[in-house]
């Protein structure tokens, strides 16, 4: 089976020194990079996602600065396309749709990871699915931050898992890259 790798925000802002560093971003760099590697051995199609904030008010991956450029674990080689868009939901706005049913994935499915987990990781895995997609998330291969509700910080990690969990239930498979490596090569 043919799956269409799609490789959503891992960029230079949200790692150590970034303009939005997140919680445990290199291991999560390192397993989307385990997966890739296996994608692009085996021929298999791979869309990367670049998040561009155009705004002058823009916090973090502002145009021209390096924390808009895609992590050196994950970046793309010639030949790879790289969609740009400005919202949480990576097929708004953007050509995303027709690009993955060009490469078939409205028959083989999607593999998702990325950053954030609870911001452009969620809308993009809920309107994947809403669009037909069958979608495969590499939980370890996505990063969160720690976020605040209600006066609370609630840690990363438990951001991280509420997310999966709710994604788990109705909209994607849920596994890790373990699996999904041992599930694709076998």
Same mark, same amino acid.
Request: aromatic fraction near 6%; hydrophobic fraction near 45%.
């Given at each position: 089976?043919?799956?269409?790798? *799609?490789?959503?925000?891992?960029? @230079? ?8 560093? $997140? *919680?445990?971003? !290199? ?27 155009? &705004?002058?008010? &823009? #916090? ?8 808009? =450029? ?9 030949? =790879? ?7 949480? @939901? ?11 049913? !060009? ?6 499915? $999607? /593999? ?24 495969? *998330? ?8 720690? $976020? ?10 438990? /951001?991280?898992?509420?997310?999966? &969990? ?5 909209? &994607? !498979?849920?596994?890790? *890259?373990?699996? $999904?490596?041992?599930?694709? #090569?076998?």
């Amino acid at each position: 089976m043919t799956r269409t790798l *799609v490789i959503i925000d891992i960029q @230079n802002d949200y790692f150590p020194g970034g303009a939005f560093p $997140l *919680v445990g971003p !290199e291991a999560a760099a390192a397993a989307a990079a385990r997966l890739l590697a296996s994608h692009r051995e085996d021929g298999q199609p791979v869309i990367h996602i670049q998040h561009v904030w155009d &705004a002058p008010d &823009a #916090t973090f991956f502002a145009p021209g600065t390096p924390g808009v =450029e895609i992590h050196p674990l994950v970046a793309p080689v010639e030949g =790879e396309p790289v969609v740009v868009k400005a919202n949480p @939901n990576s097929f708004l706005g953007t050509d995303l749709d027709a690009r993955l049913r !060009e490469a078939g994935a409205d028959s083989d499915g $999607l /593999v998702i990871v990325g950053m954030m987990s609870s911001m452009c990781v969620d809308a993009t895995v809920r309107a994947a699915s809403d669009l037909g997609y069958r979608v495969t *998330v590499a939980h370890d291969a996505c990063a969160a931050p720690d $976020l605040e509700f209600g006066g609370q910080v609630v840690p990363a990690a438990q /951001v991280h898992a509420s997310f999966m &969990a709710a994604l788990g239930d109705s909209y &994607a !498979e849920v596994v890790g *890259v373990d699996e $999904l490596l041992g599930s694709t #090569t076998a």
